[in-house]
């Protein structure tokens, strides 16, 4: 069973920098493609970022381009997002999560096969 935990989230000035990281079991994380995701109150759950299988295709929602970073530590089975310059519009839940079937990270949350249990962050004015 493949087990997502979110860490990292929490409460930061706009201009600031947080780090998330999921740390996975039950699967090696180069064995499918990553995907973060994020959720505001009210809103539906947006793609963010993703890593493919290998390692070589990354992509990026356009909000997040050129501020957010996805990286991948295979030694430690995490997947890391780094975060800079947020923003308060950045403020959501942020979840990782799993596509086994899908080597390319996809956009769509529902294609996504496991996920983790969310972490807050929120950017203050």
């Known amino acids: 069973q493949v087990q997502l935990v979110e860490s990292g989230g929490g409460l930061v000035q706009a201009g600031g920098s947080l780090r998330l990281s999921c740390a996975v079991s039950?699967?090696?994380?180069?064995?499918?493609?990553s995907g973060w995701f994020r959720q505001a109150p009210g809103k539906e759950r947006e793609f963010v970022a993703g890593?493919?299988?290998?390692?070589?295709?990354?992509n990026y929602a356009d909000s997040v381009k050129g501020r957010f970073t996805i990286s991948r530590d295979n030694a430690k089975n995490t997947v890391y997002l780094q975060m800079n310059s947020l923003k308060p519009e950045d403020t959501a839940v942020y979840y990782c999560?799993?596509?086994?079937?899908?080597?390319?990270?996809?956009?769509?949350?529902?294609?996504?096969?496991?996920w983790g249990q969310g972490t807050q962050v929120t950017v203050s004015s």
């Open positions: 999560a799993a596509d086994v079937h899908y080597a390319i990270p996809r956009i769509d949350p529902r294609v996504y096969d496991y």
């Open positions: 039950g699967r090696t994380v180069s064995t499918y493609a």
């Open positions: 890593c493919s299988r290998s390692g070589s295709t990354i």
